[in-house]
């Protein structure tokens, strides 16, 4: 039987019926590539668009944000592994159809929400989800925001972009070889952001781990790098905390966190430190 290719990311999965592929959330269907956590929802509450993190898009406002299950990148450092690195039998699931998590959203409108929010697992990897709720909202006037990994196929992301006002992507580092260790591949990343920041609100995420990127060369050229796109975008240094497949980690040292913002800033706006 021919097998079936997945064209969400890079890893361009080759399926056959029944099999699941890297990010455990899609599989050959029917000889079709689908997401089989399609309307599963492992994760729904109302946050502050601060959480996310947003700092300059709405802010003091609220968001509807919910998540599946699985992820296309292997971080040892995972702070949601529990449904990122899960599969459908590892998880507690609730079936939400897309009409269903729209007119929540709206419902909540009265206190304060602007939209919904893909996010706690990595949002691409369930892309049908993501696009039919994505569409819906915006047919009622509500904000759409991805926070995501940005591993993600140009043509996809494009396709998904029409709908979205605002993502957080999570830059995990800025070194080939970082992202060889997790999977992943940094100029595919550093595409999505480029791509996002032309049609959308654009903050960056970068987590901190003591001895893995936390050079001082490092923040500086991905600082420079993003001020190429533009200096208004902006960036948040967070602290790493030991958890999974990390716990004989330190944290981050808050000072050498305080240098690092202060070399960003020399070429970025706007720099927020999280987990301090």
């Known amino acids: ?88 039998q590892q998880v507690h699931v609730r079936k939400l159809e897309p009409e269903e998590v729209v007119n929540l959203a709206v419902s909540l409108q009265s206190k304060g929400n602007i939209g919904i929010a893909y996010t706690y697992n990595e949002p691409v990897v369930g892309y049908e989800y993501v696009y039919d709720c994505a569409r819906l909202a915006k047919e009622k006037g509500l904000k759409n925001v991805l926070v995501t990994n940005g591993y993600c196929c140009e043509g996809k992301l494009d396709e998904l972009l029409r709908f979205i006002d605002a993502l957080n992507i999570d830059l995990k580092a800025f070194t080939k070889d970082f992202y060889q260790k997790i999977s992943g591949d940094l100029e595919t990343v550093k595409n999505s952001i480029k791509l996002a920041a032309e049609t959308a609100h654009v903050e960056v995420t970068n987590l901190i781990i003591p001895g ?8 500086e050229a991905l600082s420079a790098w993003l001020a190429s796109i533009s200096q208004d975008i902006p960036l948040h240094l967070t602290r790493f905390f030991p958890q999974y497949k990390m716990t004989d980690r330190v944290a981050t040292d808050v000072d050498k966190l305080y240098r690092l913002a202060e070399i960003a800033e020399g070429n970025l706006k706007y720099v927020y430190l999280g987990n301090c």
């Open 1 to 88: 039987m021919s097998k079936g290719v997945c064209d969400i990311c890079p890893h361009h999965c080759r399926l056959a019926e029944g099999q699941i592929g890297f990010c455990r959330a899609r599989s050959n269907v029917g000889g079709r590539i689908q997401a089989i956590n399609y309307g599963l929802v492992t994760s729904i509450a109302i946050d502050p668009i601060e959480k996310k993190p947003l700092y300059r898009f709405h802010p003091g406002s609220c968001i509807l944000s919910l998540g599946s299950f699985g992820c296309n990148l292997r971080c040892s450092f995972c702070q949601n592994y529990e449904i990122s690195m899960a599969d459908a």
């Open 212 to 219: 893995e990127n936390d050079s001082e060369d490092e923040i």
